[in-house]
């Protein structure tokens, strides 16, 4: 994975274990995460950040 592309995997793969563990998880709600659940929303937060203010081609 590099480049783009391989943010944007990154990106989602972020998003996923995000939402896997919050519909398992009894203590965390989207105003309150548990300590594992606030560690994978820093992950995809700095990853939905990256992804979005990334350089674009202009073609």
Known sequence: ?????GLYQRYMAADRALR???STCAS?????RCTAGAALFETFRRLQDAYLNR?????
């Open 1 to 5: 994975m590099t480049g783009k592309n």
């Open 20 to 22: 896997e563990h919050a």
């Open 28 to 32: 965390c709600t989207p105003e309150s």
């Open 55 to 59: 350089p674009r081609n202009k073609a």
